[in-house]
């Protein structure tokens, strides 16, 4: 998908500023307590997503975050179909107090691919 010149720099910052976990470390973390959290749209998560894990769309996500996620020493693994999103999200979390706020490098999508 073609994005905007200021999107993608708005995602490639966010990037900058964020840790990324590669998707064969996802299942570790969720076993040690992180929460997944899939910020697609509705009809995206419908479609498919990762078990157990939490769904707030990004365009909610600062209104909501709080009352579904209140611990903000929570790990928090954002993710989208593949990065953008994920890390735009997670470096929101990180600038609402979400010290542990992490996106999946390739999301969705690079998680599948591990099979």
Do not use: W
Request: charged share 20%; aromatic share 6%; glycine share 8%.
């Amino acid at each position: 998908m073609a994005y905007t010149q200021k999107f993608q720099q708005m995602a490639d910052t966010a990037m900058a500023q964020v840790q990324s976990v590669l998707p064969d470390q996802v299942d570790a973390l969720l076993v040690q307590g992180a929460v997944a959290l899939d910020i697609r749209d509705k009809e995206e998560h419908d479609a498919d997503h990762l078990a157990g894990s939490m769904h707030v769309s990004r365009g909610k996500l600062e209104m909501n975050i709080e009352g579904v996620l209140p611990d903000l020493n929570t790990t928090v693994l954002c993710y989208c179909n593949a990065n953008n999103r994920g890390a735009l999200s997670a470096n929101t979390l990180r600038q609402m107090g979400y010290v542990n706020a992490r996106y999946i490098a390739g999301g969705l999508k690079a998680y599948r691919a591990l099979g």
